[in-house]
Nanobody, 124 residues
């Protein structure tokens, strides 16, 4: 059983940068795809980025392309989301996910493992 813990969230101003980390324990992530999602109150979890375990290949939400970069370090069991030029609309709770399949769905059963989330607040 893999446990995921996100860190790196916080309160920043528009235009600032943050780097989120998702660290796994209890098992390896080297053969798992990894994803980042975000959620604001009243809305479903929204796909932000994903990275495959092979390649790796990456995918992004259109609105974050060119500003966010997803990466992974399997030796550290960690997936990262570098977020630059943050905007107020990037505010939300950011969740990390891992699983044998990639999906843009934020439903619980779309990914095998989920973290508890880290809050990102961008003030304008």
């Amino acid at each position: 059983q893999v446990q995921l813990v996100e860190s790196g969230g916080g309160l920043v101003q528009a235009g600032d940068s943050l780097r989120l980390s998702c660290t796994a324990s209890g098992g390896s992530i080297s053969r798992l795809h990894m994803g980042w999602f975000r959620q604001v109150p009243g809305n479903d979890r929204e796909f932000v980025a994903a990275i495959t375990w092979f390649g790796p290949d990456t995918r992004y939400l259109d609105s974050v392309k060119g500003r966010f970069t997803i990466s992974r370090d399997n030796s550290k069991k960690t997936c990262y989301l570098q977020m630059d030029d943050l905007k107020s609309e990037d505010t939300g709770v950011y969740f990390c996910a891992a699983g044998p399949f990639t999906s843009r769905s934020g439903c619980d059963n779309a990914w095998l493992y989920w973290g508890q989330g880290t809050q990102v607040t961008v003030s304008s």
